[in-house]
């Protein structure tokens, strides 16, 4: 390489007509041709709300096309999205009843369980993804077990534990802990492992933030807590360094994919995990990122599909392989 003289800048404002981006963005095909980042159906995956009873189908308000659905219809949800390609599925349970311990969720007859077993027979293609959380099957709306209103970390890992064996034992196909306890990945490692699942990943929610855009989520499975909020266990907004640490433990402990959500507020975290860990990345874009996006279209103040795709291209150019999206059936649609 010739060394660059000092006149060369002075040529180039001289001589703009040598540097001009513009020349690769005229053509659509050469456009094309030089793009770096991607969305592809294999990144996505749709997470998907069950409940009791059959036919039901109950649309969630505040996101729209979003249902809590009944076995039977999520079925015919399933085999809808692995038609369009979707390569898997979150599963998040609404139990029949609630109780301080969240019993509802390591019921091995509970909704979740009855949910794999249904769609693995008609779907065995689809990877299911299960939600390993309390604060959908506890009355007061807590992640865990609550003692003088605080979430404990040891008696609720316990309960975590025996949630994720349920789910292995009804073919979930990865594990994936949204609670944020310590140590909890580890313990749930131990317990796949010495119960016939060594093979069985975990994807753990590692950077999980104490957000406000999981308004519309806690609609969608009635898990708002009753008192106080997440803020004990989920991690403050202000802290980046923290998400490292996280994420470094989760993988000590045997996590197989890490997750950093939500995804927009944080794409420097993402990115961030991208450069320091080698592990598959995931990234949660969350119900309050779709509902915004979703309510300003309907107001005609931006352009839904354009504003989407510009969102979930950014979480893949941040550096997330994965993304759990409500838009994944949208999009893969439209994909190519
Ligand atoms: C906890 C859980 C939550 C979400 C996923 N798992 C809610 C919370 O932590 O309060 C939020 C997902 C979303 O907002 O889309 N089980």
Same mark, same amino acid.
């Given at each position: ?261 939500? $995804?927009? #507020?944080? %794409?420097?975290? @993402?990115?961030? /995990? =991208?450069? *320091?860990?080698?592990?598959? +990345? ?12 979703? $309510?300003? #279209?309907? %107001?005609?103040? @931006?352009?839904? /599909? =354009?504003? *989407?795709?510009?969102?979930? +291209? ?23």
């Amino acid at each position: 390489m010739p060394s660059r003289e000092k006149g060369d800048n002075l040529a180039l404002t001289t001589c703009p007509e040598r540097r001009r981006p513009r020349r690769l963005r005229h053509l659509a095909g050469i456009r094309s041709m030089v793009r770096e980042t991607r969305l592809c159906r294999d990144n996505l995956i749709m997470p998907l709300f069950v409940c009791p009873g059959t036919g039901v189908r109950h649309e969630i308000q505040s996101m729209p096309g979003n249902f809590q659905l009944s076995p039977d219809l999520l079925v015919e949800e399933c085999r809808e999205l692995a038609g369009l390609g979707i390569p898997a599925v979150l599963l998040f349970g609404i139990p029949p009843t609630k109780d301080a311990v969240g019993s509802g969720g390591y019921d091995p007859e509970g909704i979740v369980p009855q949910a794999l077993t249904a769609i693995k027979a008609a779907c065995p293609e689809l990877v299911l993804v299960a939600d390993v959380c309390l604060c959908e099957y506890t009355d007061h709306g807590h992640c865990g077990v609550l003692h003088d209103g605080k979430v404990l970390n040891e008696p609720t890992v316990e309960l975590l534990v025996r949630s994720a064996l349920t789910y292995a034992d009804a073919g979930a196909d990865l594990i994936a802990p949204s609670d944020m306890m310590d140590g909890r990945i580890g313990r749930i490692r131990d317990a796949l492992d010495g119960h016939g699942h060594r093979d069985l990943p975990i994807m753990s929610y590692a950077a999980k933030y104490a957000s406000g855009f999981y308004g519309p989520f806690r609609e969608a499975a009635g898990s708002t807590p009753r008192t106080g909020d997440r803020r004990s266990h989920q991690m403050d907004p202000a802290n980046a360094r923290e998400a490292m640490r996280e994420i470094e433990l989760d993988l000590e402990e045997g996590a197989d994919i890490v997750m950093v959500k939500p $995804a927009l #507020a944080y %794409l420097d975290i @993402i990115r961030a /995990a =991208r450069e *320091r860990f080698d592990a598959p +990345l995931a990234a949660y874009n969350v119900s309050g990122e779709f509902a915004m996006v979703k $309510a300003a #279209a309907r %107001l005609g103040w @931006i352009d839904e /599909a =354009r504003v *989407r795709d510009e969102i979930l +291209l950014s979480i893949r150019r941040a550096g997330a392989e994965l993304i759990l999206t409500y838009f994944a059936k949208d999009v893969a649609r439209v994909l190519p």
